[in-house]
Protein backbone atom coordinates (compact mmCIF):
# COMPACT_ATOMS: atom_id res chain seq x y z
CA UNK A 1 0.00 0.00 0.00
CA UNK A 2 1.72 3.32 -0.90
CA UNK A 3 1.11 6.41 0.82
CA UNK A 4 -1.59 7.85 -1.31
CA UNK A 5 -3.52 4.48 -0.67
CA UNK A 6 -3.35 4.79 2.56
CA UNK A 7 -4.47 8.54 3.14
CA UNK A 8 -7.59 7.74 0.69
CA UNK A 9 -7.93 4.40 2.33
CA UNK A 10 -8.44 6.42 5.96
CA UNK A 11 -10.87 8.66 4.17
CA UNK A 12 -13.09 6.01 4.00
CA UNK A 13 -12.19 4.06 7.32
CA UNK A 14 -13.39 7.50 8.76
CA UNK A 15 -16.63 7.18 7.19
CA UNK A 16 -17.87 4.52 7.94
CA UNK A 17 -17.62 4.99 11.25
CA UNK A 18 -19.51 7.75 10.69
CA UNK A 19 -22.05 6.96 8.62
CA UNK A 20 -25.41 5.89 10.27
CA UNK A 21 -25.96 3.52 7.31
CA UNK A 22 -23.51 0.40 6.22
CA UNK A 23 -22.00 0.82 3.07
CA UNK A 24 -22.59 -2.04 0.66
CA UNK A 25 -19.98 -5.36 0.14
CA UNK A 26 -18.32 -3.49 -2.86
CA UNK A 27 -18.20 -0.03 -1.57
CA UNK A 28 -14.16 1.15 -0.63
CA UNK A 29 -15.68 1.83 3.38
CA UNK A 30 -16.89 -1.73 3.52
CA UNK A 31 -13.43 -3.13 2.28
CA UNK A 32 -11.83 -1.19 4.66
CA UNK A 33 -14.39 -2.45 7.58
CA UNK A 34 -13.62 -5.87 6.71
CA UNK A 35 -9.40 -5.32 7.47
CA UNK A 36 -7.77 -6.43 11.05
CA UNK A 37 -7.34 -4.02 13.75
CA UNK A 38 -3.46 -4.29 13.18
CA UNK A 39 -4.65 -3.35 9.41
CA UNK A 40 -6.78 -0.16 10.66
CA UNK A 41 -4.29 0.66 13.46
CA UNK A 42 -1.25 1.00 10.80
CA UNK A 43 -3.10 3.12 8.20
CA UNK A 44 -3.79 5.58 11.23
CA UNK A 45 -0.29 6.14 12.37
CA UNK A 46 0.73 6.30 8.70
CA UNK A 47 -2.10 9.03 8.34
CA UNK A 48 -0.93 10.62 11.75
CA UNK A 49 2.95 10.46 10.27
CA UNK A 50 2.00 11.92 6.83
CA UNK A 51 0.14 15.07 8.56
CA UNK A 52 2.56 15.79 11.23
CA UNK A 53 2.63 20.02 11.29
CA UNK A 54 6.37 19.85 12.66
CA UNK A 55 8.82 17.82 13.78
CA UNK A 56 8.44 17.07 17.09
CA UNK A 57 4.67 16.15 16.09
CA UNK A 58 6.64 13.65 13.11
CA UNK A 59 9.29 12.26 15.58
CA UNK A 60 6.53 11.50 17.90
CA UNK A 61 4.24 9.42 15.07
CA UNK A 62 7.59 7.62 13.62
CA UNK A 63 7.98 6.34 17.26
CA UNK A 64 4.07 4.58 17.38
CA UNK A 65 4.98 3.44 14.22
CA UNK A 66 8.49 1.76 15.42
CA UNK A 67 6.71 0.70 17.89
CA UNK A 68 3.97 -1.08 15.84
CA UNK A 69 6.50 -2.65 14.04
CA UNK A 70 7.88 -4.71 17.04
CA UNK A 71 4.66 -5.35 18.31
CA UNK A 72 3.92 -7.27 15.43
CA UNK A 73 6.61 -9.67 16.34
CA UNK A 74 4.66 -13.53 15.83
CA UNK A 75 5.92 -14.98 19.26
CA UNK A 76 7.82 -13.84 22.53
CA UNK A 77 10.84 -15.68 21.32
CA UNK A 78 10.98 -14.01 18.23
CA UNK A 79 10.53 -10.46 20.04
CA UNK A 80 13.00 -11.51 22.86
CA UNK A 81 15.15 -12.47 19.85
CA UNK A 82 14.59 -9.09 17.75
CA UNK A 83 15.37 -7.36 21.50
CA UNK A 84 18.45 -8.84 22.43
CA UNK A 85 19.92 -8.25 18.72
CA UNK A 86 19.27 -4.43 19.24
CA UNK A 87 20.64 -4.39 22.79
CA UNK A 88 23.90 -6.20 21.39
CA UNK A 89 24.10 -3.75 18.81
CA UNK A 90 23.65 -0.84 20.72
CA UNK A 91 26.50 -2.43 22.96
CA UNK A 92 28.99 -2.63 19.48
CA UNK A 93 28.66 -6.25 19.45
CA UNK A 94 27.90 -6.85 16.51
CA UNK A 95 28.69 -10.48 15.89
CA UNK A 96 26.27 -11.76 17.99
CA UNK A 97 23.46 -8.91 17.24
CA UNK A 98 23.83 -10.74 14.36
CA UNK A 99 23.10 -14.23 15.28
CA UNK A 100 20.09 -13.02 17.49
CA UNK A 101 19.07 -11.78 14.59
CA UNK A 102 19.54 -14.98 12.02
CA UNK A 103 17.41 -16.46 14.40
CA UNK A 104 14.72 -13.78 14.16
CA UNK A 105 14.05 -14.30 10.48
CA UNK A 106 14.84 -18.34 10.85
CA UNK A 107 12.06 -18.37 13.03
CA UNK A 108 9.79 -15.92 11.73
CA UNK A 109 10.58 -15.45 7.84
CA UNK A 110 7.36 -13.90 7.25
CA UNK A 111 8.33 -11.03 9.60
CA UNK A 112 9.58 -7.79 8.22
CA UNK A 113 11.25 -5.70 10.98
CA UNK A 114 13.72 -9.00 11.33
CA UNK A 115 15.18 -8.37 7.83
CA UNK A 116 14.81 -4.66 8.41
CA UNK A 117 17.17 -4.99 11.89
CA UNK A 118 19.60 -7.61 10.49
CA UNK A 119 20.46 -5.49 7.75
CA UNK A 120 21.09 -2.68 9.75
CA UNK A 121 23.56 -4.20 11.88
CA UNK A 122 24.98 -5.49 8.30
CA UNK A 123 25.54 -2.48 7.08
CA UNK A 124 27.13 -1.69 10.12
CA UNK A 125 29.71 -4.17 9.53
CA UNK A 126 30.03 -3.08 5.77
CA UNK A 127 28.33 -6.21 4.68
CA UNK A 128 26.80 -3.79 1.88
CA UNK A 129 25.29 -6.90 -0.09
CA UNK A 130 24.13 -8.61 2.57
CA UNK A 131 21.87 -5.46 3.96
CA UNK A 132 20.78 -4.61 0.95
CA UNK A 133 19.36 -8.21 0.02
CA UNK A 134 17.49 -7.72 3.71
CA UNK A 135 16.33 -4.49 2.89
CA UNK A 136 14.58 -5.86 -0.30
CA UNK A 137 13.05 -8.59 1.70
CA UNK A 138 11.95 -6.29 3.97
CA UNK A 139 10.13 -4.00 1.88
CA UNK A 140 8.03 -7.31 -0.06
CA UNK A 141 6.81 -7.79 3.46
CA UNK A 142 6.35 -4.35 4.38
CA UNK A 143 5.72 -2.09 1.57
CA UNK A 144 5.51 0.89 3.87
CA UNK A 145 8.85 0.24 5.54
CA UNK A 146 10.20 3.76 5.67
CA UNK A 147 13.34 2.55 7.22
CA UNK A 148 14.17 -0.08 5.14
CA UNK A 149 13.63 2.74 2.27
CA UNK A 150 16.11 5.28 4.17
CA UNK A 151 18.16 2.09 4.26
CA UNK A 152 18.53 1.65 0.79
CA UNK A 153 19.24 4.80 0.23
CA UNK A 154 22.48 4.90 2.06
CA UNK A 155 23.23 1.83 0.44
CA UNK A 156 22.80 3.36 -2.95
CA UNK A 157 24.93 6.29 -2.66
CA UNK A 158 27.63 4.51 -1.47
CA UNK A 159 27.46 2.17 -4.73
CA UNK A 160 27.19 5.68 -6.28
CA UNK A 161 23.59 4.78 -7.77
CA UNK A 162 22.63 8.61 -6.79
CA UNK A 163 19.72 8.81 -9.09
CA UNK A 164 17.97 5.79 -7.26
CA UNK A 165 19.18 6.44 -4.01
CA UNK A 166 17.02 9.44 -4.53
CA UNK A 167 13.96 7.36 -6.02
CA UNK A 168 13.71 5.67 -2.59
CA UNK A 169 13.83 8.16 -1.01
CA UNK A 170 11.64 10.09 -2.12
CA UNK A 171 8.92 6.84 -1.34
CA UNK A 172 10.27 7.80 1.76
CA UNK A 173 9.65 11.25 2.47
CA UNK A 174 6.15 10.90 1.02
CA UNK A 175 5.38 8.02 3.44
CA UNK A 176 7.13 10.35 5.86
CA UNK A 177 8.09 14.30 5.32
CA UNK A 178 10.57 14.71 8.49
CA UNK A 179 12.61 11.47 7.85
CA UNK A 180 16.14 12.82 9.18
CA UNK A 181 17.69 11.69 6.02
CA UNK A 182 14.97 14.26 4.01
CA UNK A 183 17.58 16.99 3.38
CA UNK A 184 19.51 14.65 0.69
CA UNK A 185 16.18 15.12 -1.38
CA UNK A 186 16.68 17.35 -4.42
CA UNK A 187 13.85 20.03 -4.35
CA UNK A 188 12.93 18.95 -7.80
CA UNK A 189 11.64 15.45 -6.49
CA UNK A 190 9.91 16.57 -3.35
CA UNK A 191 6.52 15.47 -3.36
CA UNK A 192 4.00 18.19 -3.22
CA UNK A 193 2.37 16.89 0.31
CA UNK A 194 5.80 17.22 1.57
CA UNK A 195 6.32 21.12 -0.27
CA UNK A 196 3.42 21.99 1.45
CA UNK A 197 4.91 20.99 4.92
CA UNK A 198 8.04 22.52 4.65
CA UNK A 199 8.02 25.30 2.45
CA UNK A 200 4.42 26.07 1.57
CA UNK A 201 3.61 27.64 -2.25
CA UNK A 202 6.85 26.58 -3.39
CA UNK A 203 7.00 25.62 -7.19
CA UNK A 204 8.65 23.55 -9.17
Not at 13 to 23: I, N, Q
Not at 99 to 108: C, E, F, I, Y
Not at 109 to 115: I, K, L, S, T, V
Amino acid sequence: MNGLIALLTTAAFMLVLSSPTRAADNSPAATVDKLSFAERQKITLFHDLATAPDERSGRDAEAAIWQFWFNQAPTPATRKSLDAGIERREAYDFEAAENHLDQVVKNAPDYAEGYNQRAFVRFLRENFSAASDDLEIALELEPDHFGAMSGLYHILRINNRHQAAFTILQQAVTLHPWLKERGGLPKDMWPEHYRDLHEPGLKI
